[in-house]
């Protein structure tokens, strides 16, 4: 198969995708419109100029100078309108341009909507409300997953731990993000319990950066059901942390281009993702923050098949598990087997 009949049949596979930031999916054209509109400082009103500032097109320092990367994002989200814009449009990217049939999208409110405080209930009302006509408007069915970024802070976590609990019925599930390092996962053992208690399923960011006893420090203090990244599981010469989490039933969320972007990986190539599947565990392909990285899931799958060794009996396998893993309610992952 030649690489354009392979980038073809990617483009039009349906896929899913279980880790994308709504805060990653601004488009240069709307971070440009809204500056306009509010008045907002950027570094260049001009849309070819911006998309070079905007996006991360090679590896970073680090993932902390990545992240700061969202300050333009970040300010973007400065009224109700432009909450409902930006989650309308992210929608609309997923499954016009990458045909993706089962999407959680997630979100910190303190990240996304203390800059302008906005409030949060309101914010939430109005992003469900979109993704609830999108739904019925197309093949695609969707939930919201509520973020703690840990360099927020303890009493940050526990706030948004309260709302997330609050609106069980609006939100599938929650994360746990941002600063793995200095905001270690056993800070947060009784938080996941009472997350647990709700019935709220927990994801978690762990070990995209330092080392992989990190993945067990998460897997012990925090029992998730699916951890983000993970990369770092495979540096455990012993294999027992990929053991670990495939005797638990977690599912990893892998994200191959940002891992690359972030120095998680030295190389696309080196991507433990083949080496997760082949040990038997459970993953999923995301595109992480598809705007800010500039990536989306058909480039993802076509790395995957054309340099990090995946056959496309991998793909679908990586299809099965997604929808497995699904914080969605089993009704709509049944919609979506039938379109996956």
Partial sequence: MTQQETEQKIKAMPKAELHR?????VRVGTVLDLARKHNLELPTFDPAGLDQIYKLRAPG???VEVLGMFKMAQASFVSYDA????????????????????????????????PRGLDW???????SAVMEKYEKSSNMVCGLIVIASRSYGLASAQKTIDF???????????????????????????????LRAAGLPLTVHSGEEGHFSQVNETLEALRPRRIGHGVKAAEDASGATMRRIKAAGVTVETNPWSNYLTRAVPAIEAHPLKKFLDAGLSCTI????????DTHLNKEYALAVERMG????DI???????????????DKRQQAAKEL
């Fill in 21 to 25: 930031h709504i805060e990653g999916c």
């Fill in 61 to 63: 320092a680090s993932l």
């Fill in 83 to 114: 909450v409902e814009r930006i989650t309308y449009e992210a929608l609309e990217d997923a499954y016009k341009k990458e045909n993706i049939r089962l999407l959680e999208l997630r979100y910190s409110p303190d990240f996304m909507l203390k």
């Fill in 121 to 127: 209930q309101k914010a939430l009302e109005l992003m």
């Fill in 164 to 194: 997330a609990v609050k609106n069980r019925r609006r939100v599938i599930g929650f994360d746990l993000a941002d600063n793995e390092a200095d905001y270690p996962s056993s800070l947060y053992k009784e938080a996941a319990g009472k």
């Fill in 286 to 293: 995301g595109s992480d923050d598809p705007e800010i990285l």
């Fill in 310 to 313: 995946l056959s496309f009996v």
């Fill in 316 to 330: 679908a396998r990586t299809l099965e598990c997604a929808v497995a893993g699904s914080f969605l309610p089993a």
